[in-house]
């Protein structure tokens, strides 16, 4: 059973114009989500996370919305570039004494922004 | 800055050999992770390590085992290789469970098996 869907396997946007990436989940006990971002031939590198206290986080050109009550998350990329284009992996852990250290990471979008 | 550097970036082997994968990492780190990533499936843990000589089963440990002999190495082992387990390997770290924790990744090990 998948606890975190990423529906949509690929996306592909203009340069300049905004990207969103979409993540859902299923665990309830899930209180802290995570976005990384992996280029081929490279291991994954964080990008930015939020805790179920917030339902928004920026850096940057990077915020990622929570909506709790539809367990949902989604990271938004403004204005997109060129080297953004890479697989983004959505993940989620509960804490607190749930937490056991694991991540469930969701399927994958690839991004290509075209110049 | 946290490392974690995999012994080797391509590796290609023959059905039937027992494989080794090495992981390191120097930031003191107590959990280490294992997992293999496939098109359209993302990451999936194969197993994991919280101690020295600790592991515990992720989602998909058949075919493979682990070693955790000190702090900063982790090993995988595919026992029999085999074609199905051609993939690439990725290998995290991190602190304890704590309230808010990431994993670091190392560059990942793409396996091939002929």
């Known amino acids: 059973d998948q606890q975190v869907k990423q529906n949509s396997p690929s996306l592909s946007v203009q340069e300049g114009r905004i990207s969103i990436l979409n993540c859902d989940y299923t665990?309830?006990?899930?209180?802290?989500f995570l976005w990384y971002k992996k280029y081929p031939a490279e291991g994954p590198t964080f990008l930015i996370s939020?805790?179920?206290?917030?339902d928004k986080n920026e850096d940057g050109r990077f915020t990622v919305f929570l909506n709790k009550s539809a367990k949902h998350l989604s990271l938004h990329i403004v204005p997109s570039q060129p080297g953004d284009s890479a697989v983004y992996f959505c993940?989620?852990?509960?804490?607190?004494?749930?937490?056991?250290?694991?991540?469930?990471f969701g399927q994958g979008t690839t991004l290509q922004v075209k110049p | 800055d946290v490392k974690v550097t995999q012994s080797s970036r391509y590796l290609v082997k023959r059905t039937g050999e027992k494989v080794f994968l090495e992981c390191v990492q120097d930031?003191?780190?107590?959990?280490m992770f294992w997992y293999r990533q496939d098109p359209g499936l993302g990451l999936r843990l194969i197993y994991f390590s919280y101690d020295v000589k600790m592991k515990e089963k992720g989602d998909i440990p058949e075919g493979y085992s682990v070693s955790r002999e000190k702090k900063e190495r982790f090993s995988l082992i595919l026992e029999s290789a085999s074609t199905n387990q051609t993939s690439m390997y990725l290998c995290?770290?991190?602190?304890?469970?704590?309230?808010?924790?990431?994993?670091?990744f190392g560059p990942g090990t793409r396996l091939t098996v002929t």
């Open positions: 665990n309830s006990m899930f209180d802290y």
């Open positions: 995290a770290s991190s602190l304890p469970p704590g309230q808010y924790t990431e994993q670091y």
């Open positions: 930031m003191d780190h107590e959990n």
């Open positions: 993940a989620a852990s509960p804490t607190g004494t749930s937490n056991t250290g694991k991540l469930i």
């Open positions: 939020i805790s179920s206290i917030k």
